[in-house]
């Protein structure tokens, strides 16, 4: 009971806390410092499939998602818990981010459960309530890394992730930052999709390493090695570059919805022949039951996202707006290899709003015009529930522009 009291406690001060969060935000910080977050590493094997291991896997993969922020946003310093095969403690990976006070948490990690070889897909987890037992089974066993560290009971605060009681209390725990956490997992998983691979969404679990992280903060399954299929997927260097870049893509929209800054995305690199996605699921596998034809639908091509593999480059079109002169702010929502038709199915209750822009190749779908950019703000708060994955754009002339710099000239 006493554990409990106290846990409630904390829930209350983790409430206070958001709103300083939103304080902070409102101030207009800037998203400076990330840090990312290779699951395992060492003597921690972390899940073993039959030919691959995590640890390898999410190494490589946090590697190159540093990269291509470093190529992009020169100004963002990347710091990595762990840029080689080494043991990090969880509390030390937490640490890492608070003493260079981290403006972003993303932690890579690899999937896997016992009995199944056909469950698959993608998961991204932020701190919070264990909904389910599945939710649970995942946080349990990337806390049991714990066990391999001396004196853990103390340096967790008498935490014990085989304990059912301790896993109860520590689900209480939400982050102060679960807005701002929300939408990148959310964003996340959009850019999985994009890849064609099966969604199975946002989620919260209690995670040790998520727990004490002083900043909005991801935990990110990329696959199960447990798969035969999705492990030769895992491990090889085109999904890995493929996972990387859908990350840094969905990085890359957080950032320039979280700081207002310009939006710099990458395309996912083509290649001959694309890696055969598992087959759908069925019934029979324990962990979704009752999932068959929502998988179908999901492994079904995807046309949203920002980093569709573009064939064919489209020709460019005339601009669908109703005014093209001028600066024009809107928010985009979708993007296509093709031109989409304006119906219900495609942009829910924007049809009349929708107008689209072609840029790299691709149709990029908007909904909403304003030339006032507080005006575009509070129409994108609206449009956002409908699409978590959207953001703000600028267009002059019907060509887009650095959102900033058009943020600037209308205050003129």
């Known amino acids: 009971m006493q554990k409990i009291l106290i846990a409630l406690a904390m829930v209350l001060f983790l409430s206070f806390s958001a709103e300083v969060v939103e304080a902070q935000s409102a101030a207009g910080k800037k998203l400076e410092v990330v840090v990312i977050d290779p699951g395992h590493g060492g003597k921690d094997p972390g899940a073993i499939g039959k030919t691959a291991k995590e640890k390898d896997i999410v190494l490589a993969v ?47 990690h690899v999937n896997s459960v016992d009995g199944s070889t056909s469950t698959h897909g993608t998961e991204t987890f932020v701190m919070g309530l264990h909904k389910n037992d599945a939710n649970l089974a995942v946080a349990k066993r990337e806390n049991s890394v714990i066990l391999q560290e001396d004196n853990y009971s103390s340096k967790y605060d008498g935490f014990d992730p085989n304990d059912p009681e301790s896993n109860i209390i520590f689900s209480l725990f939400q982050n102060a930052y679960s807005d701002q956490s929300l939408l990148l997992a959310a964003s996340i998983e959009e850019e999985f999709k994009t ?74 690199p083509a290649r001959p022949q694309q890696t055969q996605q598992p087959k759908e699921q069925t019934a029979a596998d324990p962990d979704n039951a009752g999932k068959a034809n929502e998988t179908a639908e999901a492994n079904k091509p995807q046309e949203n996202g920002n980093a569709v593999v573009v064939a064919d480059k489209p020709k460019e079109p ?13 928010v985009q929502v979708r993007m296509s290899p093709k031109e989409l038709e304006i119906n219900e199915k495609n942009f829910a209750k924007y049809t009349d709003k929708v107008s689209y822009y072609v840029h790299d190749g691709s149709y990029k779908y908007t909904v909403g015009s304003e030339t006032d950019y507080n005006a575009i703000l509070k129409f994108f708060h609206e449009v956002k529930s409908s699409y978590p994955g959207c953001f703000i754009i600028a267009l002059k002339d019907g060509k887009r522009i650095d959102l900033n710099e058009a943020i600037k000239a209308t205050k003129k």
């Open 62 to 108: 946090a590697l190159k998602l540093g990269s291509l922020i470093k190529k992009n946003y020169p100004n963002v310093k990347v710091i990595y818990t762990r840029d080689k095969d080494v043991f990090v403690e969880l509390n030390e990976r937490a640490s890492i981010a608070n003493r260079n006070n981290a403006d972003l948490f993303i932690s890579v």
């Open 195 to 268: 890849l064609k691979r099966y969604d199975r969404g946002v989620k919260q679990a209690g995670f040790l390493v998520l727990w004490k992280t002083a900043m909005p903060s991801i935990l990110t399954e990329l696959g199960f090695i447990s798969n035969p299929e999705e492990e030769q997927y895992l491990k090889s260097d085109a999904g890995q570059t493929e996972l990387a870049v859908s990350i840094y893509n969905a990085f890359a929209k957080y950032k320039s919805q979280y700081d207002k800054s310009s939006v710099y995305l990458e395309k996912i």
């Open 318 to 330: 005339v601009q669908k707006t109703e005014d093209n002169s001028g600066i024009q702010f809107k």
